[in-house]
Protein backbone atom coordinates (compact mmCIF):
# COMPACT_ATOMS: atom_id res chain seq x y z
CA UNK A 1 0.00 0.00 0.00
CA UNK A 2 1.53 3.32 -0.98
CA UNK A 3 0.05 6.35 1.51
CA UNK A 4 0.04 9.91 0.50
CA UNK A 5 3.46 11.26 2.77
CA UNK A 6 2.47 15.04 2.64
CA UNK A 7 -0.44 16.45 4.63
CA UNK A 8 -1.93 18.80 2.79
CA UNK A 9 -2.95 16.29 0.10
CA UNK A 10 -4.74 14.09 2.55
CA UNK A 11 -7.52 16.68 2.23
CA UNK A 12 -7.86 15.80 -1.00
CA UNK A 13 -9.72 12.39 -0.14
CA UNK A 14 -13.73 13.84 0.34
CA UNK A 15 -14.80 10.29 1.23
CA UNK A 16 -18.57 11.67 1.29
CA UNK A 17 -17.99 13.24 -2.49
CA UNK A 18 -16.16 10.85 -3.90
CA UNK A 19 -18.80 7.83 -3.23
CA UNK A 20 -21.76 10.53 -4.32
CA UNK A 21 -19.92 10.51 -7.78
CA UNK A 22 -18.91 7.17 -7.71
CA UNK A 23 -15.59 7.87 -7.98
CA UNK A 24 -14.45 4.25 -7.41
CA UNK A 25 -10.66 5.11 -8.74
CA UNK A 26 -10.36 7.93 -6.30
CA UNK A 27 -12.04 5.64 -3.72
CA UNK A 28 -9.00 3.07 -4.42
CA UNK A 29 -6.74 5.82 -4.03
CA UNK A 30 -7.91 6.87 -0.74
CA UNK A 31 -6.90 3.31 0.72
CA UNK A 32 -3.30 4.89 0.92
CA UNK A 33 -4.04 7.43 2.89
CA UNK A 34 -2.14 8.26 6.29
CA UNK A 35 -4.97 8.73 7.84
CA UNK A 36 -6.62 5.28 9.18
CA UNK A 37 -10.26 6.21 9.24
CA UNK A 38 -9.99 7.66 5.74
CA UNK A 39 -9.02 4.22 4.91
CA UNK A 40 -12.12 2.76 6.44
CA UNK A 41 -14.44 4.91 5.00
CA UNK A 42 -12.92 4.07 1.48
CA UNK A 43 -13.01 0.17 2.35
CA UNK A 44 -16.71 0.55 3.23
CA UNK A 45 -17.63 3.13 0.64
CA UNK A 46 -15.94 0.85 -2.40
CA UNK A 47 -18.19 -2.34 -0.93
CA UNK A 48 -21.80 0.22 -2.36
CA UNK A 49 -21.40 -0.16 -6.10
CA UNK A 50 -20.02 -3.86 -7.22
CA UNK A 51 -17.30 -2.53 -8.99
CA UNK A 52 -15.32 -5.89 -9.72
CA UNK A 53 -12.22 -3.27 -9.90
CA UNK A 54 -12.52 -2.92 -6.21
CA UNK A 55 -11.42 -6.56 -5.18
CA UNK A 56 -7.94 -6.51 -5.81
CA UNK A 57 -7.65 -3.14 -3.71
CA UNK A 58 -9.59 -4.30 -0.88
CA UNK A 59 -7.56 -7.67 -0.64
CA UNK A 60 -4.36 -5.90 -0.51
CA UNK A 61 -6.56 -3.68 2.93
CA UNK A 62 -6.72 -7.18 4.34
CA UNK A 63 -3.13 -6.91 5.84
CA UNK A 64 -3.69 -3.44 7.32
CA UNK A 65 -2.48 -2.68 10.35
CA UNK A 66 -6.00 -1.07 11.91
CA UNK A 67 -8.34 -4.25 12.62
CA UNK A 68 -11.52 -1.48 11.67
CA UNK A 69 -9.92 -1.24 8.18
CA UNK A 70 -9.58 -5.07 7.67
CA UNK A 71 -12.75 -5.12 8.99
CA UNK A 72 -13.89 -2.44 6.37
CA UNK A 73 -12.97 -4.04 3.30
CA UNK A 74 -13.98 -7.66 4.75
CA UNK A 75 -17.39 -6.34 4.83
CA UNK A 76 -17.28 -4.77 1.69
CA UNK A 77 -15.60 -8.08 -0.27
CA UNK A 78 -18.57 -9.86 0.44
CA UNK A 79 -20.73 -6.91 -0.39
CA UNK A 80 -18.86 -7.12 -3.87
CA UNK A 81 -19.62 -11.28 -4.13
CA UNK A 82 -19.36 -13.68 -7.20
CA UNK A 83 -16.13 -10.56 -8.33
CA UNK A 84 -14.25 -11.28 -5.05
CA UNK A 85 -15.06 -15.31 -4.82
CA UNK A 86 -11.97 -16.26 -7.43
CA UNK A 87 -9.40 -14.63 -6.24
CA UNK A 88 -10.01 -15.29 -2.42
CA UNK A 89 -10.23 -18.78 -3.41
CA UNK A 90 -7.15 -18.35 -4.82
CA UNK A 91 -5.49 -17.16 -1.40
CA UNK A 92 -7.06 -19.95 0.19
CA UNK A 93 -5.77 -22.29 -2.20
CA UNK A 94 -2.24 -21.18 -2.71
CA UNK A 95 -0.73 -19.60 0.62
CA UNK A 96 1.79 -17.70 -2.01
CA UNK A 97 -1.01 -15.88 -3.98
CA UNK A 98 -1.04 -13.34 -1.08
CA UNK A 99 2.38 -12.02 -1.54
CA UNK A 100 0.96 -10.80 -5.06
CA UNK A 101 -0.57 -7.85 -2.90
CA UNK A 102 1.24 -4.95 -1.02
CA UNK A 103 2.51 -6.67 2.04
CA UNK A 104 4.13 -2.66 3.09
CA UNK A 105 0.94 -1.94 5.48
CA UNK A 106 1.13 -5.61 7.14
CA UNK A 107 0.98 -4.77 10.52
CA UNK A 108 5.16 -4.90 12.19
CA UNK A 109 3.92 -6.82 15.50
CA UNK A 110 0.84 -9.49 16.04
CA UNK A 111 -2.60 -8.22 15.48
CA UNK A 112 -5.82 -9.19 16.69
CA UNK A 113 -8.68 -11.12 14.53
CA UNK A 114 -12.01 -11.52 15.67
CA UNK A 115 -13.52 -14.41 14.00
CA UNK A 116 -15.90 -17.34 14.03
CA UNK A 117 -18.17 -17.35 17.20
CA UNK A 118 -16.70 -14.38 18.39
CA UNK A 119 -13.32 -15.81 19.27
CA UNK A 120 -10.03 -14.04 18.75
CA UNK A 121 -6.48 -14.39 17.92
CA UNK A 122 -3.21 -13.06 16.94
CA UNK A 123 -1.91 -13.07 13.81
CA UNK A 124 1.60 -12.28 12.89
CA UNK A 125 1.54 -11.38 8.90
CA UNK A 126 -0.80 -9.17 7.01
CA UNK A 127 0.02 -12.51 4.08
CA UNK A 128 -1.66 -14.63 6.84
CA UNK A 129 -4.40 -12.17 7.83
CA UNK A 130 -5.66 -12.28 3.99
CA UNK A 131 -6.22 -15.71 4.11
CA UNK A 132 -8.03 -15.82 7.59
CA UNK A 133 -9.91 -13.30 6.55
CA UNK A 134 -10.60 -15.15 2.88
CA UNK A 135 -11.68 -17.68 4.61
CA UNK A 136 -14.48 -16.04 6.60
CA UNK A 137 -15.72 -13.41 3.69
CA UNK A 138 -16.61 -16.73 1.39
CA UNK A 139 -18.23 -18.55 4.12
CA UNK A 140 -20.59 -14.75 4.11
CA UNK A 141 -21.01 -14.51 -0.25
CA UNK A 142 -21.85 -18.57 0.33
CA UNK A 143 -21.00 -19.08 -3.60
CA UNK A 144 -21.06 -22.73 -4.13
CA UNK A 145 -17.97 -22.58 -5.86
CA UNK A 146 -15.94 -21.81 -2.55
CA UNK A 147 -17.92 -25.45 -0.95
CA UNK A 148 -14.37 -27.21 -2.08
CA UNK A 149 -11.75 -25.15 -1.79
CA UNK A 150 -12.61 -24.60 1.96
CA UNK A 151 -13.20 -28.03 2.86
CA UNK A 152 -9.33 -28.44 1.63
CA UNK A 153 -8.98 -25.82 3.62
CA UNK A 154 -9.46 -27.68 6.85
CA UNK A 155 -6.00 -29.51 6.62
CA UNK A 156 -4.55 -26.38 5.55
CA UNK A 157 -0.74 -25.57 7.70
CA UNK A 158 -1.95 -22.37 9.53
CA UNK A 159 -4.14 -23.69 12.33
CA UNK A 160 -6.14 -19.97 11.77
CA UNK A 161 -7.28 -21.41 8.30
CA UNK A 162 -8.23 -24.68 9.59
CA UNK A 163 -10.24 -22.47 12.27
CA UNK A 164 -12.07 -20.15 9.77
CA UNK A 165 -12.92 -22.18 7.52
CA UNK A 166 -14.45 -24.89 9.74
CA UNK A 167 -16.92 -21.79 10.59
CA UNK A 168 -17.37 -20.71 7.35
CA UNK A 169 -17.99 -24.49 5.83
CA UNK A 170 -20.88 -24.71 8.06
CA UNK A 171 -23.02 -21.52 6.26
CA UNK A 172 -23.11 -23.62 3.22
CA UNK A 173 -25.92 -26.35 4.86
CA UNK A 174 -26.38 -29.22 2.60
CA UNK A 175 -24.07 -28.49 -0.07
CA UNK A 176 -21.30 -28.77 2.50
CA UNK A 177 -22.52 -32.36 3.85
CA UNK A 178 -21.12 -34.50 0.54
CA UNK A 179 -17.39 -33.35 0.67
CA UNK A 180 -17.48 -33.21 5.03
CA UNK A 181 -18.50 -36.53 4.34
CA UNK A 182 -15.55 -37.99 2.57
CA UNK A 183 -13.14 -36.58 5.60
CA UNK A 184 -14.68 -38.89 7.73
CA UNK A 185 -12.47 -41.27 5.94
CA UNK A 186 -9.38 -39.14 6.08
CA UNK A 187 -6.51 -41.31 8.18
CA UNK A 188 -5.96 -37.98 10.72
CA UNK A 189 -8.37 -38.20 13.46
CA UNK A 190 -8.20 -34.78 14.28
CA UNK A 191 -9.44 -34.20 10.46
CA UNK A 192 -12.52 -36.69 11.21
CA UNK A 193 -13.43 -34.76 14.85
CA UNK A 194 -13.42 -31.67 12.77
CA UNK A 195 -15.77 -33.29 10.13
CA UNK A 196 -18.23 -34.83 12.28
CA UNK A 197 -18.08 -31.43 14.77
CA UNK A 198 -19.01 -29.07 11.36
CA UNK A 199 -21.71 -31.93 10.06
CA UNK A 200 -23.61 -31.30 12.84
CA UNK A 201 -23.05 -27.75 12.68
CA UNK A 202 -24.66 -27.48 9.21
CA UNK A 203 -28.01 -29.10 11.06
CA UNK A 204 -28.86 -30.28 7.38
CA UNK A 205 -30.64 -34.17 7.81
CA UNK A 206 -28.48 -35.12 5.02
CA UNK A 207 -25.74 -35.28 7.80
CA UNK A 208 -27.53 -37.99 10.21
CA UNK A 209 -26.45 -41.43 8.54
CA UNK A 210 -22.74 -40.06 7.99
CA UNK A 211 -22.64 -39.49 11.61
CA UNK A 212 -23.99 -42.34 12.91
CA UNK A 213 -21.41 -44.71 10.58
CA UNK A 214 -18.80 -42.18 12.54
CA UNK A 215 -19.82 -43.42 15.78
CA UNK A 216 -17.86 -46.56 14.29
CA UNK A 217 -15.07 -44.80 14.30
CA UNK A 218 -12.00 -46.57 16.22
CA UNK A 219 -10.97 -43.48 17.52
CA UNK A 220 -12.85 -42.45 20.88
CA UNK A 221 -12.46 -38.59 20.25
CA UNK A 222 -14.07 -39.35 16.95
CA UNK A 223 -16.93 -41.40 18.11
CA UNK A 224 -17.75 -38.43 20.60
CA UNK A 225 -17.86 -35.38 18.08
CA UNK A 226 -20.31 -37.48 16.13
CA UNK A 227 -22.23 -37.96 19.44
CA UNK A 228 -22.43 -34.29 19.92
CA UNK A 229 -22.81 -33.16 16.67
CA UNK A 230 -26.15 -35.68 16.17
CA UNK A 231 -27.02 -33.92 19.52
CA UNK A 232 -27.40 -30.86 17.75
CA UNK A 233 -29.41 -32.20 14.53
CA UNK A 234 -32.01 -32.22 16.92
CA UNK A 235 -35.53 -34.02 15.44
CA UNK A 236 -34.20 -34.81 12.48
CA UNK A 237 -31.82 -37.31 13.74
CA UNK A 238 -34.35 -39.05 15.99
CA UNK A 239 -35.62 -41.58 13.60
CA UNK A 240 -32.16 -42.86 12.26
CA UNK A 241 -30.54 -42.89 15.92
CA UNK A 242 -33.99 -44.98 17.06
CA UNK A 243 -33.02 -47.58 14.26
CA UNK A 244 -29.36 -47.11 15.30
CA UNK A 245 -30.11 -48.53 18.91
CA UNK A 246 -30.67 -51.97 17.25
CA UNK A 247 -26.90 -51.60 15.41
CA UNK A 248 -24.39 -54.40 15.22
CA UNK A 249 -21.77 -52.30 17.02
CA UNK A 250 -21.81 -51.78 20.65
CA UNK A 251 -20.59 -47.94 20.28
CA UNK A 252 -23.34 -47.43 17.62
CA UNK A 253 -26.10 -48.68 20.20
CA UNK A 254 -24.69 -46.96 22.99
CA UNK A 255 -24.08 -43.27 21.29
CA UNK A 256 -27.45 -43.16 19.49
CA UNK A 257 -29.23 -43.54 23.16
CA UNK A 258 -27.20 -41.32 24.49
CA UNK A 259 -28.22 -38.76 21.49
CA UNK A 260 -31.77 -39.34 21.80
CA UNK A 261 -31.66 -38.90 25.69
CA UNK A 262 -30.47 -35.47 24.60
CA UNK A 263 -32.83 -34.79 22.34
CA UNK A 264 -35.95 -35.60 24.19
CA UNK A 265 -38.29 -36.32 21.65
CA UNK A 266 -41.14 -39.29 22.69
CA UNK A 267 -41.06 -41.13 19.28
CA UNK A 268 -37.52 -42.52 20.52
CA UNK A 269 -38.90 -44.11 23.39
CA UNK A 270 -40.20 -47.41 22.31
CA UNK A 271 -36.54 -47.88 20.54
CA UNK A 272 -34.95 -47.14 24.18
CA UNK A 273 -37.61 -49.61 25.89
CA UNK A 274 -36.12 -52.39 23.77
CA UNK A 275 -32.50 -51.07 24.32
CA UNK A 276 -33.17 -51.59 27.98
CA UNK A 277 -33.75 -54.81 27.73
CA UNK A 278 -30.13 -55.54 27.05
CA UNK A 279 -27.99 -57.92 29.19
CA UNK A 280 -25.36 -55.12 28.79
CA UNK A 281 -25.22 -53.05 31.69
CA UNK A 282 -24.36 -50.31 30.47
CA UNK A 283 -26.60 -50.46 27.13
CA UNK A 284 -29.35 -50.67 30.12
CA UNK A 285 -28.56 -47.87 31.77
CA UNK A 286 -27.85 -45.47 29.27
CA UNK A 287 -31.24 -46.83 28.22
CA UNK A 288 -33.58 -46.99 31.27
CA UNK A 289 -31.74 -43.33 31.93
CA UNK A 290 -32.39 -41.89 28.74
CA UNK A 291 -36.55 -42.93 28.86
CA UNK A 292 -36.45 -41.26 32.34
CA UNK A 293 -35.46 -38.48 31.23
CA UNK A 294 -37.32 -38.01 27.69
CA UNK A 295 -40.82 -38.71 30.20
CA UNK A 296 -39.66 -35.89 32.72
CA UNK A 297 -39.15 -33.37 29.82
CA UNK A 298 -42.56 -34.37 28.95
CA UNK A 299 -43.98 -33.74 31.78
CA UNK A 300 -45.21 -36.93 33.22
CA UNK A 301 -44.34 -36.66 36.60
CA UNK A 302 -47.08 -37.44 39.24
CA UNK A 303 -50.11 -34.98 38.97
CA UNK A 304 -50.13 -32.52 41.56
CA UNK A 305 -53.42 -32.92 43.80
CA UNK A 306 -56.56 -30.73 42.99
CA UNK A 307 -58.20 -27.84 45.08
CA UNK A 308 -61.01 -29.52 47.21
CA UNK A 309 -64.73 -29.01 46.30
CA UNK A 310 -66.99 -27.37 48.46
CA UNK A 311 -69.77 -29.65 49.93
Known amino acids: MQRVGNPTEERRFNIDLLRAEENIDGLIAALGSEDGLIRQRAALALGDFGDAKAVAPLIRALGDPLTAVREAAADSLAMLGPPAVGPLVELIELPGASGRYDESAAAAGPVT ?10 IEAGRDLRRVYAAAILGEINDPTAVEPLVRAVKDAGDDVRCQATGAIAKFGSRAV ?17 AAGVLGDTGDPGAVEPLIGALRDKNDDVRGAAGGAL ?5 AAVGPLAAATKDADRNVRLYAAGALKYIGNPRAIEALQELARSTDADEKSVAQDAIEKIRMVRGEAAPEPSAPTSR
Open 178 to 194: EPLTGLLADPDPEIRIV
Open 113 to 122: VTGHGGLTWE
Open 231 to 235: MRMGD
